[in-house]
């Protein structure tokens, strides 16, 4: 799972590869809005959450 997409609308999610994880979780807010994109990169040297408007997380 070098590269994972999480599309919107969703509130929170996780994330899992071996013993380490990463997700967000913010109630009744959507941790992702409507027709926004997340993209987490896990390739190696990279590291990143970034949404398709260049915001990091």
Same mark, same amino acid.
């Given at each position: 799972?070098?590269?994972?997409? &999480?599309? +919107?609308?969703?509130?929170?999610?996780?994330? !899992?590869?071996?013993?380490?994880?990463?997700?967000?979780?913010?109630?009744? =807010?959507?941790? &992702?809005? +409507?027709?926004?994109?997340?993209?987490?990169? !896990?390739?190696?040297?990279?590291?990143?959450?970034?949404?398709?408007?260049? =915001?990091?997380?």
């Amino acid at each position: 799972m070098p590269q994972s997409q &999480v599309h +919107g609308p969703v509130k929170s999610f996780k994330l !899992t590869l071996g013993n380490r994880s990463f997700g967000i979780t913010r109630g009744t =807010k959507e941790a &992702v809005p +409507g027709g926004r994109t997340l993209t987490v990169d !896990t390739r190696p040297g990279f590291k990143t959450a970034q949404d398709d408007q260049g =915001k990091n997380y």
